[in-house]
């Protein structure tokens, strides 16, 4: 039975899921622990890195317990986790304060310093335009060193989520080449880390803080020391492996590994994170980020901040005893174009192309016929349009998407489905499991330990495309005129809203 299964471990922002796999990519069970985050002061969120550990425990044990399997089936593990959740340690490997995870944006004045010192590390996002967020590594550290001195100089390790889980698992001080690349501007075909970066930033000292090591995502990091063996109900020294960042290994679970290639996943925000033969910098985009999942291959990423959160959002508003499948019902009932009733779905802000935090959402168009399916109806259009508009910009700066993967709240959908094939014109692929983030660590944990002698090769043997959504090209066609009305919203209603 030995080394039949492989574990995938996605630490969220609201918990931790781990699931068992077997060697074809069949889910056998999952498992979840929540954790609690705490807002101390607007913009700030936290989390104990001790609440991820016992998590961490719970859920590889029930997950292996409800899966009927023995433990020294398991022939490895690897982890994926929130990007930017960053953490101080001391020489032990324990936590000096909580962690500053990703949503939190205390820095923001540190995030301009950085920007201001135009170093050629910031290049990778809009070509040098930026803005550099307070969500990222090194405003967070600058923050932490400028507002909490005595824990950062204490500090031996700063570090990520991940990291830090690692760090208990086997011992070793190491980071994720994806998370390093796509987060704290290292460059693996420039120089590596960001010294000159941190250096202008005034926050020098962080170089020997970090992880000495960035390893890429399917190398083995080391075997499951004793403790956290017992800790998770595991066979000592099971291969550990080097993950990612959660939205970068559900791009490997969809089997998303070729050249012009994209994963669209989606949830409360939609990730477009497509690979490219070449760099490529462009306004706009994210990235490219040179090796960040595939060696060879360069990560693009663009962004909608608010997708499924305006959704729920709006059925809050109608009544939480609605169903979604009526909400969907009515939406369905309404014709293309939603009657003249149009959205900016710029709840948060935007994060690609624009890159403007200050935007804002609007419903513009409404008349005393319309009523919440025509609303619900512009806002599943909206959100379709704001991806169009991604890939028409990532187009023009050189990656054209030839086909989308997609994972994430939208494909509970059948109609949001149909609308975002229309819309931007390309076939919808849906794979064998919902939970992308978890196979992708999955597929990364049996290429570490073997089974595979490439991410790539992992990925195409246990990801399967079960259905593909087909656009329709008089529904395409129909969709042009409405998303012409859309893209003349921002110019229009920026000065307005901002």
């Known amino acids: 039975m030995e080394g039949r299964y492989v574990l995938g471990v996605d630490g969220g922002t609201e918990g931790l899921r781990a699931g068992l796999f077997d060697l074809a990519g069949t889910p056998l069970a999952f498992a979840a622990t929540p954790y609690e985050t705490r807002f101390p002061q607007p913009g700030w969120a936290e989390q104990q890195p001790q609440d991820w550990w016992v998590a961490l425990g719970e859920s590889v ?21 929130t990007c930017c959740s960053v953490v101080m340690l ?4 324990e936590a000096l304060r909580p962690s500053l995870i990703w949503m939190d944006v205390r820095a923001q ?27 990222w590594m090194i405003p967070k550290a600058l923050w932490l060193k400028e ?33 390093v690349s796509v987060r704290w501007h290292f ?74 290639a994209m994963a669209l996943v989606t949830g409360s925000s939609h990730l477009q994170l497509g690979l490219s033969a070449r760099a490529l910098h462009g306004s706009g985009i ?26 729920n959002w709006f059925r809050k508003l109608a009544g939480r005893d609605v169903p979604y499948e009526a909400l969907d019902a009515e939406a369905a009932a309404v014709a293309i174009g939603s009657e003249g ?37 512009a806002m599943m259009e909206s959100v379709a349009y704001g991806t169009r508009l991604i890939l028409e910009n990532m187009a023009a700066n050189g990656f054209a998407v030839r086909e989308l993967t997609l994972a994430g709240g939208v494909a509970k959908s059948p109609l949001w489905l149909q609308i975002h094939a229309d819309v931007v014109g390309l076939p919808l692929k849906l794979t064998q499991t919902s939970e992308a983030a978890c196979l992708g660590s999955a597929v990364l944990a049996a290429v570490g330990a073997g089974s595979f002698g490439s991410v790539a090769e992992g990925a195409r043997a246990m990801t399967r495309v ?13 969709y042009a005129r409405h998303y012409g009305r859309y893209r003349a919203l921002y110019p229009v209603l920026g000065p307005l809203t901002a």
């Open 187 to 260: 460059r693996s075909q420039q120089g590596g880390w960001a010294r000159g970066l941190i250096e202008r930033a005034g926050i020098p000292e962080l170089a020997d803080k970090w992880p000495r090591e960035a390893l890429a995502p399917g190398t083995l990091i080391g075997p499951l020391l004793d403790d956290a063996a017992a800790h998770l109900g595991l066979a000592v020294g099971t291969p550990v492996v080097q993950g990612g960042s959660d939205a970068s290994m559900a791009v490997i679970g969809l089997g998303v590994v070729d050249a012009g």
């Open 286 to 311: 994210w990235g490219s980020y040179a090796d960040a999942i595939l060696p060879g291959l360069h990560l693009v990423e663009g962004g909608q901040t608010s997708t499924g959160s305006i959704v």
């Open 61 to 81: 044990r029930k997950c292996v317990q409800a899966a009927g399997v023995d433990a020294g089936s398991i022939a490895a593990l690897a982890l994926d986790t």
């Open 90 to 93: 001391d020489a032990q490997g």
């Open 341 to 377: 009733v149009l959205v900016q779905d710029h709840f948060q802000g935007n994060r690609t192309p624009h890159t403007d935090p200050l935007s804002r959402g609007a419903i513009v168009g409404l008349s005393l016929k319309h009523d919440r399916g025509h609303i619900l109806r």
């Open 466 to 478: 079960t259905r593909v959504v087909e656009p329709d090209p008089r529904a395409h066609a129909a």
């Open 147 to 179: 507002h909490e001195l005595r824990a950062f100089d204490a500090a031996h390790t700063v570090c990520e989520y991940q990291d830090y889980l690692n760090l208990r698992l086997t011992g070793r001080r190491v980071a994720s080449l994806n998370n």
């Open 109 to 135: 004045e540190q995030a301009q310093r950085v920007a201001a010192t135009g170093d050629a590390a910031l290049r990778v996002n809009s070509d040098g335009r930026g803005p550099v967020s307070a969500e």
